[in-house]
């Protein structure tokens, strides 16, 4: 009977609901990747250890974004990455934003000096988590959340969810705008997939152009409809299930990648893809990686430009 009533009494617990923080005045509890932690109501110098999935999307919503790591270049030069290429240097400098180490490893000393009253990590960070909550308040993002859900949660801990509502309503206008414009969405094929050495390569919820083809609802060859998870290497044997009535693959011109040199590579490791029906059509289309793949607004906005200058108006029967 005892033991019944011990593990009665085990279930009970397991099933109350955590006590919520008790967070001083001007915090707020907030749960993140790793846990619950009381959080600045609105920061004012938040540090961020990701470029492109975290610096960028404050930059692009006016957050409070102070210090940040960077990407560095082979040749010693150092950018946000994401920021970059989607507002370019000019922009960056005028927002103040400060650089305090190199993406890995961060380094914590020039952190601390630095102040922040806020860090923003990713779950790579999750080692290092002691040392910065040692520093100021430290929230992971979670991994893999859908697009906008990701800017969202973004806006939320950094206090800029006014702007981040206003701009949501803007880009849902514009996606409404375009589906008029662009007539049936739903009736043109959009594939999008890279070629590298070792296969074909598709990543479903990838940044803002994956988003904006899924919000103007865009048909997807099957293969890609159905996948849930990053495919890496597919055999190019199977390139024909990537085929569709518009194609679009990447490139990273900081990273040296031209036109030119990536048909020379697909043209090496799958030659037969010049016969697929969305290339013989001339639909075969390149997009900067950097930019229409961000993590911004001024992505999404490009996303739709492109997706509608490609398709609207055009027969693809």
């Known amino acids: 009977m005892k033991l019944k009533q011990a593990l009665a009494t085990l279930l009970i617990l397991a099933a109350a609901p955590a006590a919520a923080l ?22 004012q110098r938040i540090a961020s250890l990701r470029g492109d999935s975290v610096t960028t999307p404050l930059l692009d919503i006016g957050a409070p974004i102070a210090l940040t790591v960077m990407n560095r270049m082979e040749d010693g030069s150092t950018y946000i990455r994401g920021a ?5 240097e000019a922009f960056i400098v005028e927002s103040g934003v400060a650089y305090f180490s190199d993406r890995d490893p961060v380094d914590i000393e020039a952190l601390a000096a630095a102040g922040p009253d806020l860090i923003i990590g990713r779950i790579w960070n999750e080692e290092i988590l002691g040392q910065l909550e ?11 959340m859908p697009y906008l859900d990701h800017l969202a949660w973004l806006a939320d801990v950094s206090g800029s969810q006014q702007t981040f ?23 043109i094929t959009v594939s999008r997939f890279d070629v590298w050495e070792d296969g074909l390569w598709y990543y479903p919820n990838w ?7 899924n919000d103007l609802g865009f048909a997807k060859p099957t293969i890609q409809a159905e996948a849930t998870e990053g495919m890496n290497g597919v055999s190019v044997e199977r390139m024909q299930e990537f085929d569709g009535d518009v194609l679009l693959a990447s490139r990273a011109p900081r990273f040296g990648q031209t036109i030119p040199m990536l048909t020379e590579q697909w043209d090496q490791v799958a030659p037969f893809w010049r016969e697929l029906g969305g290339v013989k059509s001339g639909n075969l289309y390149w997009y ?28 693809f029967n």
């Open 22 to 43: 008790d967070c001083d005045a001007g915090f707020r509890a907030f749960t993140h990747h790793l846990g619950e932690t009381c959080i600045p109501d609105q920061p």
């Open 84 to 88: 970059a290429d989607i507002f370019g």
């Open 134 to 144: 040692t520093i100021a308040p430290t929230v992971i993002i979670p991994p893999q």
């Open 165 to 187: 509502d206003t701009e949501l309503a803007r880009y849902q206008d514009r996606i409404a705008d375009a589906k008029a414009t662009i007539g049936a969405p739903s009736a």
């Open 207 to 213: 940044g803002a152009i994956d988003q904006v083809i």
């Open 288 to 315: 900067e990686r950097d930019i229409l793949v961000g993590y911004t607004f001024e992505s999404l906005d490009r996303s739709i430009d492109f997706l509608t200058a490609i398709t609207a108006g055009r027969d």
